[in-house]
């Protein structure tokens, strides 16, 4: 493979990105796999791979045209990047929205299920101290563990306790309060995971969107068609 002649920007990274910009695999690991995502943002899945893919094919060919100057090349470019820059963008920004929806509604059902409730104040007020005395050695953080598994009340109230009032360490508590979303509420607990993995794919795009530019042209060969004269 000659990399020199492969692609504009004669580098390593670039040639890398627009390689798997060309392969089904490679854009399912940069941007999700639109056959296995949530099927409110599949669509946009599936258009920034085609809009991705069918760039860097031309990115390949803009090497060989002969009708343009390596200006010229390198300029029409950045034009490219720009538009595949701001699909990502658009892409990027629906995966985020539909991220916050399902979590938000995820953390609403839940706690209209899992909240505090004034007909069990007192008897969660007694839970919440017994979690707080079984919390002080490993073999009773176990214990709360399995009266979690087995009472509903147990549950709720480490889903709408604040960590200090259980007196559990903060990151001990967040997992127990997700066991136990999942063991009441799977539906909920799917939807809640879904939106952390749809937020994480949304950082993916962001990663992807900061290669295009300096993978696709040369900035210092692309602005000197700012200064061509007009005759």
């Not at 658009?90 to 909240?115: M, P, R, T, V």
Request: net charge neutral; aromatic share 4%.
């Amino acid at each position: 493979m000659n990399i020199e002649s492969q692609y504009l920007v004669k580098d390593p990274t670039a040639t890398g990105f627009l390689d798997n910009a060309q392969l089904d695999t490679g854009l399912a690991a940069m941007l999700g796999d639109p056959k296995g995502i949530d099927a409110h943002v599949a669509p946009d899945v599936q258009s920034a791979h085609i809009t991705l893919k069918d760039a860097a094919k031309k990115i390949a060919a803009l090497v060989g045209d002969p009708t343009r100057t390596e200006v010229q090349k390198h300029a029409a470019a950045k034009q490219l990047a720009e538009k595949v820059t701001n699909h990502l963008e658009k892409s990027k920004a629906a995966l985020e929205a539909h991220a916050e929806k399902l979590k938000a509604s995820a953390l609403a059902q839940a706690d209209l299920h899992l909240g505090p409730s004034s007909e069990r104040s007192a008897l969660h007020s007694e839970i919440r101290s017994w979690v707080r005395e079984q919390a002080k050695t490993p073999e009773g953080l176990l214990q709360v563990k399995q009266a979690m598994a087995d009472n509903d009340d147990v549950a709720a109230i480490l889903w709408h306790s604040p960590s200090f009032l259980v007196g559990l360490a903060p990151s001990v508590h967040e997992g127990l309060r997700l066991e136990a979303l999942q063991s009441r509420k799977p539906e909920l607990y799917a939807n809640l995971s879904n939106s952390v993995g749809l937020a994480k794919l949304a950082g993916k795009y962001e990663s992807a969107i900061r290669k295009v530019a300096p993978s696709f042209y040369t900035p210092s060969l692309a602005e000197q068609a700012s200064k061509r004269v007009e005759i």
